[in-house]
């Protein structure tokens, strides 16, 4: 038996993908609360943050009028992403914090989801912005030190050019 073709297509393909990285964001948290507490500052913004993102990847996927503009849900899902892992940096050492990391996943969502290389970037940039922020919340950081730079890229890059390698290609395969 095959799946329907509809069950197969590139939305369904990202839906399932954008799934997968906001319960890998949603067991990331938790995993913390429980083999690391000490390094949450700040546990109920943590906790109100992967209360909320569970209840936001709950009613992103319920039959809704998202469902037929899957662009739209793809976006907010994104959305949903870059903000959870934001609060949750915040809350467990700013820029720090190892939530930095995850922030590959929204950025090669973005490749999966959309196929363009230039909402990766643009994503990638408006990405940076916030972890600028991060650095200016976090004590001790100078955000015109060369090691705050090194920080952000050895982070945000390699996620970067896998998702401008994924986004490109995807445009490639569409046209």
């Known amino acids: 038996m095959h799946a329907p073709a509809a069950a197969n297509s590139p939305s369904n ?17 938790v995993t913390q609360f429980a083999f690391a507490p000490a390094s949450i500052e700040r546990p109920m913004i943590a906790v109100s943050t992967l209360a909320t993102l569970a209840s936001l990847i709950l009613m992103l996927r319920i039959p ?3 469902r037929k503009r899957a662009q739209l849900q793809h976006g907010l899902s994104i959305a949903v992403m870059c903000v959870a892992i934001s609060v949750l940096a915040f809350a467990t050492g700013s820029a ?20 363009r290389w230039w909402l990766v970037a643009l994503l990638a940039l408006v990405i940076a912005a916030i972890g600028m922020l991060l650095g200016a919340l976090t004590p001790g950081i100078d955000l015109r030190n060369p090691e705050f730079a090194m920080l952000m890229l050895s982070k945000l ?19």
């Open 157 to 175: 890059l390699p996620g970067l050019a896998i998702a401008l390698i994924l986004g490109g290609l995807l445009e490639q395969m569409q046209t």
């Open 13 to 29: 393909t990202a839906q399932r993908s954008l799934v997968a990285f906001e319960l890998l964001i949603l067991g990331i948290g």
């Open 96 to 115: 720090h914090s190892l939530f930095t990391a995850l922030y590959c996943l929204p950025i090669v969502a973005a490749a999966i989801a959309f196929g």
């Open 64 to 66: 809704s009028p998202l």
